[in-house]
């Protein structure tokens, strides 16, 4: 045997070799799931994607503790969109084709996943939005699914209770201008025409807005009963106690999204806001084990008691997903199947979630109201009515 | 709209014109002095809220609180004109026009990174109490706005108006060349503009951290946009022509923005007054022609 067919030879037996040790290798030693994950981790937005990415990296390393997806570890590859459209299609384009990601995390604003959606959606990369609000992330996107209740729910939810349980008659709407506070106010606009709820005052701001006195001082003159604000933590913080300060709360009902549960309100309401009622998708905290696990689990890693809107929908979100690869497989199609396929999953304030054919979770709305002397948002109930949470009817006004 | 509807208007609209001159007094003195559009003032504005953040929390005194961010501030605003833009002032101005947004975004980035991504609350329990007067209410803060925005424009007049540093200053805003043959220390007098102009800056920081009870990286980024478009309108360099645009825009949104449906943010408003004014008066109200 001449000496290049000698090399040749050890260079076979060694690839062979390779493979055999690398398939007897332990479970262990495989390459992990990657699992995409992009949201605003710099910039304007940032405390949002921040806090997604906890509940992300928590969830995940919970699941890899418990010995991961059959024995396969999870590794979380995040991207900052910087809450900027064009980077985030950039980044999902990126998680997809280079770091061939089976599934993605949503951890992202309404406006930057309405953009990147269409991306997972054509290289058909099932993507789980965890807090984006907008009709438009999920809708006409088949291999995308949500975490999160629509933002037109919320709003109808907010109607609902306002005219049915409390007599409310004469409301001013406060929309903060984009897909998630439209989403919001046009779901209590339409409950409220529904209801037979007048609309005195209706006013546009941007989701940069801090300056609310004004319009404060204008909707006192008009006693109305209840104000629906729609908006991002810091708006509805701004305009919650600047509202109180002024005089129009607590006389005056106030109803805000699910961005209550924000550590902008926790930390800057300050002595205002008590009884303010929020839409919120889940609540902590409450009796239940795994909330309480939850919680515990989430002050053990980040030293922090406040589980924003943003972190433990993330945190389910990633469960979910997590949990669709056991039952799907870790390839792509297998994922997407196992999510559309969900009944009952179990959401970390312990209510029990099923998907509906539109990819969007009949999630129970939890109504909590602002407790000034405890600093916590205390469970008023869970909304349950499939007539009051359902998502579908509200794909109508999204053509 | 009945009086007292009014009333809080007007008192709602001083208010917030306070707070925007707070800012474009520093601007338009920058300005007149070096032709220099200072963005990163806007950061200026941002730190010294921080800052003020920071020592009320170790002090828990208000007034030590703003005598440490208006002094930092000053000391900030001393360094970035001595090693920022001294160097470029042989250059273009476009130079350190860029500089300065450069100078601006590092600024929002080290305040996300040193204090969080998160606003914190700057809570004064002191000012927030609130007093009513003929169905019209005044917050503490809203006093503390009202007077020290007054007090600070006494003080820069008389110094401005009525010491030799004031007349340095107006000297080397007139002509830098006049200035440095009639033995002006320009140098100096530059420096003097920055430290001044970034401690009313600090002063208007902390001032908004607390109406709003927050302080995030990005609190500067409108009002800096706006501060820009009220040294334009105000007349370049003018300091009187931005305070008296400040008030102006402060009544221009709060009645815009309450009494008339205009799809426009607070900035857009800012922005349309820009563009009108510069048609009708491209010399800005109190600009020279």
Redesign the interface.
């Known amino acids: 045997m001449r000496a290049s067919s000698q090399i040749r030879f050890a260079c076979h037996a060694m690839v062979v070799a390779a493979g055999l040790l690398w398939a007897a290798a332990p479970a262990g030693a495989q390459q992990p799931i990657k699992l995409g994950f992009f949201g605003p981790l710099t910039d304007r937005f940032a405390a949002l994607g921040i806090d997604a990415k906890k509940g992300a990296d928590l969830a995940i390393k919970l699941a890899n503790d418990a010995g991961g997806v059959n024995g396969r570890k999870i590794e979380l590859v995040a991207y900052d969109d910087r809450g900027n459209r064009t980077e985030s299609i950039a980044v999902v384009r990126k998680m997809i084709e280079q770091d061939n990601v089976v599934a993605i995390v949503g951890g992202s604003l309404s406006l930057t996943s309405i953009a990147s959606a269409p991306v997972a959606n054509e290289e058909k990369v099932p993507m789980v939005a965890a807090y984006s609000n907008a009709v438009g992330v999920v809708k006409g996107n088949d291999y995308v699914f949500r975490w999160a209740s629509v933002a037109d729910v919320q709003g109808w939810v907010m109607a609902h209770h306002a005219v049915q349980e409390r007599g409310y008659k004469k409301f001013a709407l406060l929309m903060q201008d984009e897909e998630y506070g439209r989403g919001i106010i046009n779901g209590a606009e339409q409950g409220l025409k529904k209801l037979g709820g007048e609309v005195v005052y209706k006013k546009a701001f941007p989701p940069t807005e801090r300056e609310f006195r004004a319009i404060m001082t204008e909707i006192k003159a008009l006693n109305v009963d209840a104000v629906l604000m729609s908006g991002l933590g810091p708006v509805l913080t701004a305009g919650g106690r600047q509202g109180y300060e002024i005089g129009v709360f607590p006389k005056a009902q106030l109803y805000v999204g699910c961005d209550l549960n924000e550590a902008d309100w926790f930390t800057g309401i300050g002595e205002n806001g008590d009884g303010t009622i929020g839409t919120l998708e889940f609540i902590t905290p409450t009796d239940n084990a795994i909330t309480k696990k939850f919680m515990a689990d989430y002050e053990a890693a980040y030293k922090e008691k406040i589980i924003t809107h943003e972190a433990g929908l993330a945190y389910d979100a990633t469960r979910l997903i997590i949990d669709a690869m056991k039952r799907g497989g870790v390839d792509r199609e297998g994922i997407r199947k196992a999510l559309a396929e969900t009944k009952s999953f179990t959401n970390l304030s312990g209510v029990k979630i099923s998907y509906t054919e539109l990819r969007e979770p009949m999630l129970p709305i939890a109504l909590g109201r602002w407790d000034k002397a405890s600093q916590q948002i205390k469970l008023m109930k869970f909304v349950e009515d499939p007539a009051l949470i359902d998502p579908r009817p509200w794909y109508q006004y999204y053509k | 709209?009945?009086a007292?509807?009014l009333g809080?208007?007007l008192v709602?609209?001083l208010?917030?014109g306070s707070v925007y001159a707070m800012i474009a007094v520093g601007l338009a003195m920058i300005y007149g002095v070096l032709r220099i559009l200072h963005i990163a003032h806007a950061g200026i504005y941002t730190a010294g809220a921080y800052l003020g953040l920071l020592a009320f929390r170790e002090t828990g005194n208000l007034v030590i609180a703003l005598i440490v961010a208006m002094t930092a501030a000053a000391l900030l605003g001393a360094l970035i004109e001595r090693f920022i833009y001294r160097p470029m002032l042989a250059r273009p101005r476009i130079v350190a026009l860029i500089a300065s947004i450069g100078l601006f975004i590092c600024l929002s980035?080290l305040f996300?990174i040193l204090a969080?991504?998160?606003?914190?609350?700057f809570?004064v329990?002191e000012l927030?109490g609130?007093y009513t007067a003929g169905g019209i209410?005044v917050?503490g803060i809203d006093l503390v706005i009202l007077g020290g925005t007054a007090a600070i424009f006494v003080a820069l007049w008389f110094v401005i108006r009525k010491t030799s540093m004031g007349f340095a200053i107006r000297a080397v805003a007139q002509d830098v060349e006049t200035a440095k043959t009639m033995g002006i220390d320009v140098d100096r007098s530059v420096s003097r503009v920055f430290m001044i102009g970034s401690a009313i800056a600090a002063f208007g920081g902390v001032a908004v951290a607390i109406l709003?009870?927050?302080v995030?990286?990005?609190m500067g980024?409108?009002i800096g946009y706006k501060g820009l478009a009220l040294i334009v309108i105000g007349g370049f360099g003018s300091i009187s022509g931005a305070v008296l645009a400040a008030f102006l825009l402060g009544f221009a949104?709060?009645a815009l923005?309450?009494?008339m449906d205009l799809?426009l943010?607070?900035?857009g408003i800012a922005m349309l007054m820009l563009v009108l004014l510069i048609l009708i008066r491209p010399q800005g109200l109190l600009g020279k022609a």
């Open positions: 709209m009945n007292t509807v809080q208007q709602n609209a208010a917030l980035d996300r969080g991504p998160h606003q914190l609350a809570d329990p927030a609130r209410t917050s709003y009870n927050a995030y990286t990005t980024d409108m949104e709060t923005t309450t009494y799809p943010s607070r900035e």
